[in-house]
């Protein structure tokens, strides 16, 4: 059933909007993470490795290169063009580095554990030759146990992927592919620098299909220097044109503390909270009218995606990634930066810098830095969170099922709050105990909602935000 994008009452919007929270794409976020020993990192894998637990493996393999510089970007990312004097070496280097990696990584995830996803991101993937990107995914077959019917994903820059090098990356098993599109705009296209035209977006889907791939899905920014309610409105339209099989249609994250590239951002051009609402709000109506379903925070999928489904029977699982489908899956990375979540054991995280993943890899020891053991209260409010962002509700019936606790004593102090986001219009509290984030107003400030089950913010967060840099909540 389609949601209609209903008045906001603005005046409880304004009370909400534009404060410093988390975005939740983990718990706890990385601000609380800390570094750790070899012995603990060793113990956590440990753990992970025990037949018992019955997890399978999703797979994330981190390319960090760019060869120009998008100004809204967050990713882990080294600006190098291909030209550029050592480019060849380093890149080489790199993926040296990496094959080393994942191949010591079997020991720590266990070789008889099935592969039931793999994903390519950067960075940009497609920075690097077909026949680079064959031979990674190649070695990545040799050493694990990829299940037959295993999602093998990449993130593709259509200014860096002829038709070749789409063949090629089709024919290494690649089954589906994520375009970053930000904006058809080319106002928008030429201030964050990233001019890619729609007829380029046009051809490389029409590619993708023709070669069979099993979903084609679109990455979208609203809220960008220069965007109006009238230019995503014309961006929502073309994308449904295209028809992607899944979008992700992100709110600009303006962090320029700790992003320096965000402050090359004309600030005066950016389209304030209200124009945002607006913004999100077009989005929300044509997408579903178009038949996609709303899914989570920012997502949309068509009802037969693998994104819906997993919506549909609770699997869906929200990670650096976004929103995916791999909930109950240990997720293992490799590259620069790259991110594990072991689940109901910790995350741990490699070192952040290129040449020291190289170095640590080369010099035989660990490229992993930090991360967090999780206690008992990180993984209630795991679960908590988790059916907040991807279902947009809360049910206490599951956690108290899962977790062995009385959610009424357990959050007592949060349901208190829930009773005043009620009377705000964010939630409702339905007779079954279900709080249900309201459409639009909760979905729009559903990182308000969550902050009120964060134990790592302050108590009032969720109404005053966090001294933290989060990005704004809306």
Same mark, same amino acid.
């Given at each position: 059933?389609?949601?209609?994008?209903?008045?906001?009452?603005?005046?409880?919007?304004?009370?909400?909007?534009?404060?410093?929270?988390?975005?939740?794409?983990?718990?706890?976020?990385?601000?609380?993470?800390?570094?750790?020993?070899?012995?603990?990192?060793?113990?956590?894998?440990?753990?992970?490795?025990?037949?018992?637990?019955?997890?399978?493996?999703?797979?994330?393999?981190?390319?960090?290169?760019?060869?120009?510089?998008?100004?809204?970007?967050?990713?882990?990312?080294?600006?190098?063009?291909?030209?550029?004097?050592?480019?060849?070496?380093?890149?080489?280097?790199?993926?040296?580095?990496?094959?080393?990696?994942?191949?010591?990584?079997?020991?720590?995830?266990?070789?008889?554990?099935?592969?039931?996803?793999?994903?390519?991101?950067?960075?940009?993937?497609?920075?690097?030759?077909?026949?680079?990107?064959?031979?990674?995914?190649?070695?990545?077959?040799?050493?694990?146990?990829?299940? @037959?019917?295993? %999602?093998?994903?990449? &993130?593709?820059?259509? $200014?860096?992927? =002829?038709? *070749?090098?789409?063949? /090629?990356?089709?024919?290494?098993?690649?089954?589906?592919?994520?375009?970053?599109?930000? @904006?058809?705009? %080319?106002?928008?296209? &030429?201030?964050?620098? $990233?001019?890619? =035209?729609? *007829?380029?977006?046009? /051809?490389?889907?029409a590619k993708a299909?023709?070669?069979?791939?099993?979903?084609?899905?679109?990455?979208?920014?609203?809220?960008?220097?220069?965007?109006?309610?009238?230019?995503?409105? *014309?961006?929502?339209?073309?994308?449904?044109?295209?028809?992607?099989?899944?979008?992700?249609?992100?709110?600009?994250?303006?962090?320029?503390?700790?992003?320096?590239?965000?402050?090359?951002?004309?600030?005066?051009?950016?389209?304030?909270?209200?124009?945002?609402?607006?913004?999100?709000?077009?989005?929300?109506?044509?997408?579903?009218?178009?038949?996609?379903?709303?899914?989570?925070?920012?997502?949309?999928?068509?009802?037969?995606?693998?994104?819906?489904?997993?919506?549909?029977?609770?699997?869906?699982?929200?990670?650096?990634?976004?929103?995916?489908?791999?909930?109950?899956l240990d997720l293992?990375?490799?590259?620069?930066?790259?991110?594990?979540?072991?689940?109901?054991?910790?995350?741990?995280?490699?070192?952040?810098?290129?040449?020291?993943?190289?170095?640590?890899?080369?010099?035989?020891?660990?490229?992993?830095?930090?991360?967090?053991?999780?206690?008992?209260?990180?993984?209630?409010?795991?679960?908590?969170?988790?059916?907040?962002y991807c279902a947009?509700?809360?049910?206490?019936?599951?956690?108290?099922?899962?977790?062995?606790?009385?959610?009424?004593?357990?959050?007592?102090?949060?349901?208190?709050?829930?009773?005043?986001?009620?009377?705000?219009?964010?939630?409702?509290?339905?007779?079954?105990?279900?709080?249900?984030?309201?459409?639009?107003?909760?979905?729009?400030?559903?990182?308000?909602?969550?902050?009120?089950?964060?134990?790592?913010?302050?108590?009032?967060?969720?109404?005053?935000?966090?001294?933290?840099?989060?990005?704004?909540?809306?």
């Open positions: 059933m389609i949601v209609a994008a209903s008045a906001v009452d603005l005046q409880v919007f304004r009370r909400y909007a534009g404060l410093s929270l988390p975005r939740h794409v983990s718990y706890p976020m990385p601000t609380w993470w800390q570094p750790l020993d070899q012995e603990s990192i060793g113990a956590l894998h440990e753990r992970a490795r025990d037949p018992h637990r019955g997890h399978g493996v999703s797979l994330y393999v981190h390319i960090p290169f760019c060869e120009q510089l998008c100004k809204f970007c967050a990713c882990t990312r080294i600006i190098q063009r291909k030209t550029a004097p050592g480019a060849e070496e380093r890149t080489e280097r790199y993926l040296a580095a990496l094959e080393t990696e994942l191949a010591r990584m079997v020991d720590a995830i266990g070789r008889d554990r099935v592969v039931r996803q793999v994903h390519w991101g950067g960075g940009s993937p497609t920075y690097l030759s077909a026949e680079q990107i064959g031979r990674i995914q190649r070695r990545i077959g040799e050493l694990y146990n990829i299940a @037959d019917d295993a %999602e093998i994903a990449m &993130e593709i820059d259509p $200014r860096s992927c =002829p038709p *070749e090098k789409l063949v /090629s990356i089709r024919s290494f098993g690649f089954n589906r592919v994520s375009l970053g599109v930000q @904006d058809f705009d %080319e106002r928008v296209q &030429e201030h964050v620098r $990233r001019i890619q =035209p729609l *007829e380029l977006v046009q /051809s490389t889907v299909r023709e070669l069979g791939f099993d979903s084609v899905n679109f990455d979208l920014i609203y809220g960008l220097p220069y965007q109006t309610t009238d230019s995503v409105r *014309e961006l929502v339209d073309r994308t449904i044109e295209l028809s992607p099989d899944r979008i992700a249609f992100y709110h600009y994250a303006q962090i320029p503390d700790k992003i320096a590239t965000q402050r090359g951002m004309d600030y005066t051009k950016l389209p304030d909270s209200e124009a945002k609402l607006a913004m999100f709000l077009v989005g929300l109506y044509r997408f579903q009218e178009a038949g996609y379903e709303f899914v989570g925070l920012d997502h949309f999928a068509r009802p037969t995606e693998a994104l819906s489904r997993a919506a549909d029977d609770g699997t869906l699982q929200r990670n650096f990634q976004g929103m995916t489908t791999g909930g109950g293992y990375g490799a590259g620069a930066s790259s991110i594990s979540h072991l689940m109901g054991i910790g995350f741990l995280q490699n070192v952040r810098e290129v040449d020291d993943y190289v170095e640590r890899i080369e010099g035989g020891t660990l490229p992993i830095h930090r991360g967090k053991p999780f206690t008992d209260d990180d993984l209630i409010r795991q679960g908590v969170l988790n059916q907040l947009g509700e809360i049910r206490p019936a599951v956690i108290e099922r899962v977790y062995g606790i009385t959610f009424a004593d357990y959050f007592a102090r949060e349901l208190g709050i829930m009773a005043e986001l009620e009377r705000d219009g964010l939630v409702s509290m339905e007779d079954s105990g279900v709080i249900r984030a309201t459409v639009p107003l909760g979905r729009v400030l559903m990182r308000t909602i969550a902050a009120v089950f964060d134990a790592y913010l302050e108590a009032d967060a969720y109404r005053v935000g966090d001294r933290n840099c989060f990005s704004a909540n809306a």
